[in-house]
């Protein structure tokens, strides 16, 4: 009786594993498939002009995507410079500050602002700076990034400064170091790697965001780097080629998606060895 029982354990414990193996090996799938059909389909488009140049009028052949590379890296960089010094700020404060209403405040309106649709902080961004301004610009499709980056970041950094151990604080506080300056050059630095794995994940999730830009950046078949005026996206080009009814700009749709899940491979990726190889050690 003990031995069938015995052997009965091991069957099942050796079909909970299968089971287990089986749905992680097809939740995988989705995405080897998704990459598969978009190498397929999008590196035939990929040649040296792709890169440098400007998208062609129907029927004329070639092109390139380089008016929306030029506006992603635009787009990303002014969002980066709205986003970091803020979410760094906010992180460093509800990392640092005692639990009371204000802190829980902000920690939990960061995370409304995490879980918020894209399309409706494109709205708000339309109305906060398009509006006003009254035309669609870079500048407000930045201000729409940010707004996504800014949880991203401040949950990162928190997350990474709370474990930093209170010792290093305390020596550095004993020494006669000031407050400010404990933050600066001892807490900070402890948890940079963290820090820097946050902004990467948050770069790469505005990366590809397309329904922000659609009521912000707008799109623009020209290459421009006025911030001040619409520009061009890789998401938006993929967005708008897509719909069309051309094949030329179906196969220039596929090759900005190539291009597109490639980067945002690499910045995860990079991400990952960053947090990894740079941790500090406590």
Request: glycine share 8%; with cysteine; charged share 10%.
């Amino acid at each position: 009786m003990k031995a069938s029982r015995t052997a009965f354990r091991k069957v099942w414990d050796k079909a909970f594993v299968s089971i287990v193996l089986l749905l992680s090996i097809l939740s995988i799938v989705p995405l080897f498939l998704i990459f598969f059909h978009i190498f397929k389909e999008g590196f035939s488009s990929i040649t040296p002009g792709f890169f440098v140049n400007l998208p062609k009028p129907v029927g004329e052949p070639g092109g390139g995507i380089a008016n929306a590379l030029v506006g992603s890296g635009l787009l990303v960089l002014v969002a980066c410079i709205l986003a970091l010094p803020v979410g760094i700020a906010v992180g460093v404060f509800l990392a640092e500050a005692r639990t009371n209403l204000f802190s829980t405040s902000v920690r939990l309106s960061m995370e409304v602002l995490q879980g918020m649709p894209s399309i409706v902080i494109g709205i708000i961004a339309y109305l906060w700076v398009v509006k006003p301004m009254g035309t669609f610009s870079a500048l407000s499709g930045s201000v729409a990034l940010a707004i996504m980056m800014l949880p991203v970041i401040v949950r990162t950094t928190e997350e990474t400064l709370r474990l930093v151990p209170r010792s290093l604080k305390e020596v550095s506080l004993a020494l006669g170091a000031p407050y400010y300056l404990t933050v600066l050059r001892v807490v900070l630095p402890a948890g940079i790697s963290g820090i820097v794995t946050g902004i990467l994940i948050s770069v790469a999730r505005i990366a590809g965001e397309t329904a922000p830009l659609l009521f912000t950046a707008f799109g623009n078949p020209f290459m421009n780097t006025n911030l001040l005026k619409p520009v061009n996206s890789l998401p938006l080009i993929i967005f708008n080629y897509a719909i069309s009814p051309y094949d030329d700009w179906h196969a220039l749709a596929w090759g900005a998606s190539f291009v597109l899940i490639v980067l945002v491979l690499a910045l995860n990726l990079l991400s990952k060895v960053i947090s990894h190889r740079f941790r500090v050690e406590f």
